[in-house]
Every structure is written in structure tokens, then in C-alpha cells.
């Protein structure tokens, strides 16, 4: 039996991940802080280990003992990573590389970082994005993840640590934060759920490759232990919307319009993403994945059913 650690297991995609893994015969060590006192995924028999990603001697403790590693911790949004990017730096960047090196040392047979699919492309005019195609991401939170992949080459060429990134296109789905201001469907649902307008950044118009994210989990199940042998993989549906249609399917969903704040877009946003997934789906087959509308009405029954603050 495989034993994976999951380093940012309570958060959004990292608890769904845990799920998975056991899911799928996994021995599985969740990582995080645990900070708000509850625990989001729901499998059992997972280890759970407290720890602070900031902390080289954790980070050695989280590490130890496992087969598969799986970084899908930030310490950054692209948000914040704006507003401070140093920040982004001194911890995501910093740390990342103590992970791997962590994992290096420790003989781990294949690391798995949770890069981004979004911003790492850059503002350019391309129907679909391949993972040769070049990188010319503006933001800062997009930087430090493509900077987090060249560490990967280093530490493979170094210390024969075998590694994968992922390039993630824009998940969604239950058990996301919108407190952390992160996804447009979550964020807009909520504020639905609070009687409160919808920001809109833009004319609607900007579009993004959405994919829901049990879905996404259960690609990167499929891969472990396959051979990998490229370095960088898509993970997203393949297929783009709009924020307009986002917002349409949204109003099908919740049975009612809302308000819409319309605000401009930020400087840093790319007007078009969608990824091209034929890498992922020529080595590890075909996704059965869920339509837009089922995975809106999942995630909105779930906020739905929480108490609305």
C-alpha cells in the first residue's frame, strides 16, 4: 500500500484529494495547520499531522516515511500575492523549495505541486493553451508558481527527485472558501445566499476553463504511479465560459437574477484561458466530467445548507 502526504490537506482541493486518495487504497497522511478547529475532508483512517508549512523541521516530519508527496498548500491567493508580493516570496516561493528539498532527502518516489493553469500562460491570443506553449505569466502569484516548477527541474537534475506539475485551470465546487476571495462561482454564490450583489469584474466577457473539483481529484488519482513523462500537465475541462455565462447558469441554478456590481477588471487579469488537455487525456484516458450545472447546484446546496454569516 502506497503512503502519500497531502501538505495542505484541510484546505479546498487538498481535503477533496485526501478523499481520494483513500478512496482509490492510499495510506494517507493529512499536513495542514487545522487552524479553525474543524476538519473538511471525510474519509477515515487518515494520519493527521498538525504542522506549520513555515517550519523546516514539519515539513521534514510531514515527509518522512512516504511514497508520494502532494504540495497543494499556498500561502498566497493571487489576491493577496498582489498586494504584497514579497509576501509570496518569503513563504510560498521559500518554503516550496524546503519542501522539495525535504522531499529530496528523504527519498520520496514522485512529488505532485498544484501549479496554477490560469495566469502561468500570460495576456495571449490563443484559443487553448498547451503545456509547451510559452509562459508569460504578469501576476505574482502565476511567477512563483512557474518559478516553483523550474525548482522542480533543479531538484530532479540535483537529487533525482521526480516531481509533476500540475497546471490547474479554475476549480470549483463544495468545501471552497469564499472568505479567501478565490473563484467566481463560490464567491458569487455566496453572496447570492446573503441577499448581496454579484461582483462582476469586467463586461462579462473574460473567460475561464472551469472544472469541478472531484473531477479534478480523480484525474490526479489516475495518474500516480503511471510514469509520468512529462514534467508539466493541464488539468482543466478543455473548454472555456464566459462570466456572462457563468452568472447565466448561475440564475438557472439559484431561480432568481440578482444584482450585478460591475467593477473593471484588474491589470493583471488575462482576458482568455482554456486549456488544452490532450497530454492528460492521450496518457491516462478520457474524463467523465461533470456538467457545469451539476456542479453549480452541488456547491450551492452546500452553502444553501451552512449558516450564512
Not at 143 to 172: C, F, Q, V
Given at each position: 500500500?502506497?503512503?502519500?502526504?497531502?501538505?495542505?490537506?484541510?484546505?479546498f482541493?487538498?481535503?477533496?484529494l485526501?478523499d481520494?486518495?483513500?478512496?482509490?487504497?492510499?495510506?494517507?497522511?493529512?499536513?495542514?495547520?487545522?487552524?479553525?478547529?474543524?476538519?473538511?475532508?471525510?474519509?477515515?483512517?487518515?494520519?493527521q499531522?498538525?504542522?506549520?508549512?513555515?517550519?523546516?523541521?514539519?515539513?521534514?516530519?510531514?515527509?518522512?516515511?512516504?511514497?508520494?508527496?502532494?504540495h497543494?498548500?499556498?500561502t498566497?491567493?493571487?489576491?493577496?500575492?498582489?498586494?504584497?508580493?514579497?509576501?509570496?516570496?518569503?513563504?510560498?516561493?521559500?518554503?516550496?523549495?524546503?519542501?522539495?528539498d525535504?522531499?529530496?532527502?528523504?527519498?520520496?518516489?514522485?512529488?505532485?505541486?498544484?501549479?496554477?493553469?490560469?495566469?502561468i500562460?500570460?495576456q495571449?491570443?490563443?484559443d487553448a493553451?498547451?503545456e509547451?506553449?510559452?509562459?508569460?505569466?504578469?501576476?505574482?502569484?502565476a511567477?512563483?508558481?512557474?518559478?516553483?516548477?523550474?525548482?522542480?527541474?533543479?531538484?530532479?537534475?540535483?537529487?533525482?527527485?521526480?516531481?509533476?506539475?500540475?497546471r490547474?485551470?479554475?476549480?470549483?465546487?463544495?468545501?471552497?472558501?469564499p472568505?479567501k476571495?478565490?473563484?467566481l462561482?463560490p464567491?458569487?454564490?455566496?453572496?447570492i445566499?446573503?441577499?448581496?450583489?454579484?461582483?462582476?469584474?469586467?463586461?462579462?466577457?473574460?473567460?475561464?476553463?472551469?472544472?469541478?473539483?472531484?473531477?479534478l481529484?480523480?484525474?490526479?488519482?489516475?495518474?500516480?504511479?503511471?510514469?509520468?513523462e512529462h514534467?508539466?500537465?493541464?488539468?482543466?475541462?478543455?473548454?472555456?465560459?464566459?462570466?456572462?455565462e457563468?452568472l447565466?447558469?448561475?440564475?438557472?441554478?439559484?431561480g432568481?437574477d440578482?444584482?450585478?456590481?460591475?467593477?473593471?477588471?484588474?491589470?493583471?487579469?488575462?482576458d482568455?484561458?482554456?486549456?488544452?488537455?490532450?497530454?492528460?487525456?492521450?496518457?491516462?484516458?478520457?474524463?467523465?466530467?461533470?456538467?457545469?450545472?451539476?456542479?453549480v447546484?452541488?456547491?450551492?446546496?452546500?452553502?444553501?445548507?451552512?449558516?450564512v454569516?
Amino acid at each position: 500500500m502506497a503512503k502519500s502526504v497531502v501538505i495542505g490537506a484541510n484546505g479546498f482541493i487538498g481535503s477533496h484529494l485526501v478523499d481520494a486518495l483513500v478512496g482509490a487504497g492510499h495510506q494517507v497522511r493529512a499536513f495542514d495547520r487545522f487552524s479553525n478547529g474543524t476538519v473538511n475532508y471525510q474519509a477515515g483512517g487518515v494520519e493527521q499531522l498538525v504542522g506549520d508549512f513555515l517550519s523546516r523541521a514539519d515539513l521534514e516530519a510531514a515527509v518522512a516515511g512516504c511514497d508520494y508527496v502532494f504540495h497543494f498548500l499556498s500561502t498566497t491567493t493571487p489576491a493577496t500575492a498582489e498586494a504584497d508580493p514579497t509576501l509570496d516570496l518569503r513563504t510560498n516561493l521559500i518554503q516550496s523549495v524546503e519542501l522539495l528539498d525535504a522531499a529530496a532527502h528523504a527519498g520520496i518516489r514522485h512529488l505532485y505541486l498544484a501549479s496554477t493553469g490560469g495566469a502561468i500562460y500570460g495576456q495571449q491570443s490563443k484559443d487553448a493553451f498547451a503545456e509547451d506553449d510559452v509562459t508569460e505569466p504578469v501576476s505574482p502569484y502565476a511567477i512563483g508558481k512557474l518559478a516553483i516548477e523550474n525548482y522542480l527541474r533543479y531538484y530532479d537534475a540535483k537529487h533525482g527527485l521526480k516531481s509533476t506539475a500540475l497546471r490547474i485551470s479554475n476549480p470549483y465546487g463544495t468545501r471552497q472558501h469564499p472568505n479567501k476571495k478565490q473563484g467566481l462561482i463560490p464567491i458569487a454564490l455566496r453572496q447570492i445566499a446573503l441577499g448581496q450583489p454579484v461582483v462582476q469584474f469586467g463586461d462579462g466577457s473574460m473567460v475561464r476553463d472551469y472544472i469541478y473539483v472531484e473531477d479534478l481529484v480523480q484525474m490526479i488519482v489516475r495518474m500516480i504511479g503511471k510514469g509520468e513523462e512529462h514534467l508539466v500537465y493541464n488539468l482543466g475541462r478543455g473548454i472555456g465560459h464566459s462570466v456572462a455565462e457563468i452568472l447565466a447558469v448561475i440564475r438557472e441554478v439559484v431561480g432568481r437574477d440578482f444584482e450585478i456590481d460591475r467593477r473593471p477588471s484588474p491589470p493583471t487579469f488575462v482576458d482568455r484561458v482554456v486549456l488544452d488537455i490532450n497530454r492528460y487525456t492521450s496518457t491516462f484516458g478520457d474524463v467523465d466530467f461533470t456538467s457545469l450545472a451539476d456542479g453549480v447546484t452541488r456547491t450551492y446546496r452546500e452553502i444553501e445548507s451552512e449558516n450564512v454569516n
